[in-house]
């Protein structure tokens, strides 16, 4: 990663005053994510700013997994989440922790708390705790059991720890204060029994400490001077702090919060995406139209797109949506720059040239890229059979169509001028050949003359197409705010994926893994990992800023003017 990511923002200005007044020699940040789920483009803006401020100020970012839940967290989560950080372009070096690597300290901090008469086990029912938890109106009631001896909290504890109890019979909890009007403070549990194999520990523990009592002691361990997260736990901060400040912790991190990335049209919470994939309602985690970073990866994103998005919208405390419109721009405007471009037509249309010679095949020169001629040129065969757009012709067509249309001379690209002469319809009325000659002096799209040819379209020769199964992929959601009004799943676009038999120029037959092309006046594309000897399969990452669809319009309504 080379770029210079980000604009300044509060967070950078805090670290820049820490370092500058000597609170911190060096500054030492963790992304710290809970293996139950795949990464999606919401963790990419916390990746971005935890290893990338660690960069940017000389320090380093820990990769750490929250792996305190094991009823939720699997090995392949863990590995999956390890891919996608490295692809985003970030690495943790050395530094890769687990919570559960400090489960025997927080033990040891827990039975801390209970002796200094600041925790004790809860035995009331579940029910009962919700019941005297009060609410934002009202105090919470104290436990019958919160003044129970410290030795008896220790002897049910280690008992708790010993498996003596089935899941929920007790739980370990914070005596902190039940009137606190932060709800986080009335009296939290810090352990809870789970009798269940953990991906790493196995079956060495059967109490789990919760998330708040494991991760600003494992920020304390690793010596974390800056523990960044999302708003959702502002309210969580003065219990951080108050585990720091009662423990015999090593260092005193601090946690500042920032706004979490909403995405239009996008779902950015693990646990619905889930049930997207577990009801299949998308093929899998990495669903091209899922917004996880391995679904983006598979769609064709570039890593240094979402990077440079996630710098863009930058590190705010105020929650937002961002238009997904921003992110497909600067993706277009990364691939513009590199993608080769290639002819494919999406929806085959058979052009017959009348005055070709039978049988000849003529190779012509195109470029790879019209703006960077130092990216070479490739030959592709003309013949007297080419495959064209379906909407790049018309029976009937306004004066301003400068397409294919009876009588009408288009430009081939790269090829020769076409004049349409005629089509054929089946019984349906749909056109199924459009006759046209060539003028065999405009080779390569030009002639001598210099006369004037509005429209230029793409082909690819009929003989020499490769077929292909082309996926054009529309929004996961068909509403801004899935979600917004009910159900999210109601929210489905059930338009997101459309496939097409596509006709591709030959060297498409054989593109390496991995490399974007653009499909000329349609979008950027990469090959899917279902291609086999079979079938080449490709996805569309983004389509072209619609400037085509935009005169169409113009176009027909101009046409229904005129019809008026
Ligand atoms: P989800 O709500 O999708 O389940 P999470 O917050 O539970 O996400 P974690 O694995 O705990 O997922 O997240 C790891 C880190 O990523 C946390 O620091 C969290 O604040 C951050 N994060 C999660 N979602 C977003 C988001 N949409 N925008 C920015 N940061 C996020
Ligand atoms: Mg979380």
């Not at 996608?84 to 690597?101: K, P, Q, T």
């Not at 708003?231 to 219990?239: D, G, K, V, Y």
């Not at 799209?445 to 529309?474: C, F, M, P, Q």
């Amino acid at each position: 990663m080379t770029e210079k990511e980000s604009a300044t923002d509060f967070v950078r200005t805090i670290i820049t005053e820490d370092l500058a007044s000597g609170k911190h020699k060096s500054i030492v940040t963790r992304f710290p994510p809970e293996p139950n789920g795949y990464l999606h483009v919401g963790h990419a803006k916390a990746i971005c700013l935890d290893f990338g401020v660690a960069a940017e100020f000389g320090g380093r970012c820990n990769l750490r997994f929250d792996d305190t839940n094991p009823s939720k967290e699997e090995q392949h989560y863990i590995d999956a989440i390890k891919e996608d950080v490295r692809w985003l372009g970030f690495d943790w070096g050395e530094h890769l922790y687990h919570a559960s690597d400090y489960f025997e300290q927080l033990y040891e901090w827990a039975c801390h708390l209970i002796r200094e008469g600041l925790a004790y086990v809860e035995e009331q029912t579940a029910e009962d705790m919700r019941k005297n938890r009060g609410d934002l109106q009202n105090p919470g009631v104290n436990s019958p059991y919160r003044d129970r001896p410290a030795e008896e909290s220790l002897d049910l504890f280690a008992r708790m720890r010993a498996g003596e109890f089935e899941d929920g019979a007790k739980i370990l909890r914070a005596k902190i204060d039940m009137a606190s009007p932060n709800m986080v403070l009335r009296d939290p549990a810090i352990y809870r029994i789970q009798h269940r194999s953990h991906p790493r520990t196995g079956d060495a523990w059967c109490i789990y400490p919760m998330y708040d009592f494991a991760h600003g002691q494992s920020d304390a361990i690793e010596g974390i001077t800056h523990s960044l997260c999302t708003m959702e736990f502002e309210n969580h901060r003065p219990l951080y702090d108050w585990f720091v400040e009662h423990l015999p912790v090593p260092a005193v991190p601090r946690q500042y919060e920032f706004a979490r990335l909403n995405l239009t049209y996008t779902m950015t919470s693990k646990r619905k995406l889930k049930m997207l994939v577990d009801e299949g309602r998308v093929e899998s985690w990495d669903d091209p139209r899922m917004p996880t970073l391995s679904g983006m990866r598979r769609r064709g994103f570039t890593p240094a797109a979402i990077r440079k998005f996630c710098a863009t919208i930058g590190i705010k405390r105020t929650e937002g949506t961002v238009d997904i419109s921003l992110l497909e721009s600067i993706l277009r405007d990364d691939l513009n720059d590199v993608a080769h471009r290639r002819m494919a037509v999406l929806r085959p249309l058979k052009v017959v040239i009348e005055n070709w010679p039978e049988g000849h095949v003529e190779m012509v020169e195109a470029m790879n890229h019209p703006g960077k001629p130092e990216l070479g040129t490739r030959e592709i065969p003309f013949s007297g059979e080419l495959w064209i757009e379906r909407d790049d012709f018309r029976e009937e067509a306004p004066r301003k169509y400068f397409r294919l249309k009876p009588g009408q001379e288009v430009r081939f690209r790269y090829g020769y001028y076409l004049t349409c002469t005629g089509f054929d319809k089946d019984d349906n009325g749909e056109i199924t050949e459009v006759r046209c000659t060539y003028d065999p002096e405009s080779k390569g799209g030009n002639t001598e003359d210099g006369r004037k040819v509005k429209g230029t379209i793409h082909w690819v020769s009929a003989a020499h197409a490769v077929d292909s199964e082309v996926r054009l992929y529309d929004h996961l959601f068909r509403e801004p705010i899935p979600g917004a009004n009910g159900d999210f799943l109601d929210d489905l676009n059930p338009d997101s994926l459309e496939v097409v038999n596509a006709k591709l120029e030959p060297c498409l037959a054989d593109i390496p893994a991995g490399e974007l092309v653009q499909f000329e006046r349609s979008g950027y594309f990469c090959q899917d990992r279902d291609s086999n000897a079979d079938k080449v399969v490709f996805n569309r990452t983004v389509a072209l800023r619609d400037s085509w669809a935009k005169l169409e319009k113009k176009l027909n309504q101009q046409a229904a003017e005129g019809a008026k």
